[in-house]
């Protein structure tokens, strides 16, 4: 295992900054990243704007999953040099950020033919190895093989309040307790729902940053990546 590349799976609840561990691990390593969510979310967005699910969560299943194989999700990297998230021919990363669409994923994410569409994505990506991949059940279902597995974790007040201070950074209008709400319920529904629902692999080292700054996440990552793998990040 000595310094050959490996895929690390990187689970747990929203907002727990799986996604911005992920993207600095990844560019440490010089390893391609991976955004699940971000792919259930250009699916809502998808069926959202095309009238596939109404603002009460009524879903047309059928339509759905008749016109959903014709999509092409995929990323770009922006003019600021972040990835941005792309479906079909348009740049969506914005949009699929909404309170609106975060309110519809999970209900979205746990249909089966959304979760095949997209594990097929992902397997892709995962052919080549050195990737980091974070979501909800990337250790348990999509690859349940993967060399490293961390489970991602934090109390719900906690989570809440570093969203809603997001969100008021980027101009949102949503209150404290809005947030609040839509943890709860997303927590409820992921881990609830039938097909992959969100848990901890039992090979999957627990990482719960309630307490936690962002270096001291790294240094924890840093002795794990070095005596199990021989991998130092840059
Ligand atoms: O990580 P995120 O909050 O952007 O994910 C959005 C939603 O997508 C989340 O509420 C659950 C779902 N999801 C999933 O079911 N499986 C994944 N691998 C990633 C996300």
């Known amino acids: ?46 069926a959202f704007t095309n009238g596939f699910i109404d603002n009460k969560g009524k879903i047309n299943e059928e339509g759905l999953k008749l016109t959903l194989p014709a999509n092409k999700i995929s990323f770009k990297i922006g003019p600021d040099g972040k990835s941005q998230t792309w479906l079909n021919n348009a740049c969506v990363e914005k949009q699929i950020r909404t309170l609106n669409i975060s309110n519809k994923v999970s209900k979205i994410a746990a249909l089966p033919f959304v979760r095949e569409f997209v594990d097929s994505i992902l397997r892709k990506f995962g052919e080549t190895k050195g990737v980091v991949m974070d979501g909800r059940d990337i250790g348990t279902a999509v690859f349940p093989n993967a060399e490293l597995k961390i489970f991602m974790t934090a109390s719900v007040e906690v989570r809440a309040q570093r969203r809603f201070k997001e969100i008021q950074e980027a101009g949102g209008k949503e209150t404290f307790d809005d947030v609040l709400k839509n943890l709860k319920e997303r927590d409820h529904l992921d881990q609830t729902r039938e097909v992959s629902p969100l848990r901890k692999a039992d090979d999957a080292l627990l990482l719960d940053n309630s307490h936690m700054s962002i270096p001291e996440q790294f240094v924890w990552l840093n002795i794990i990546l070095l005596e199990r793998f021989g991998l130092q990040m840059k």
């Open 1 to 46: 295992m000595e310094n050959s590349k490996i895929i690390i799976a990187i689970d747990g609840h929203s907002s727990t900054g799986k996604s911005s561990f992920a993207k600095q691990v990844a560019a440490r390593l010089g390893y391609v990243y991976v955004d699940t969510g971000a792919m259930y979310r250009a699916v809502t967005y998808y």
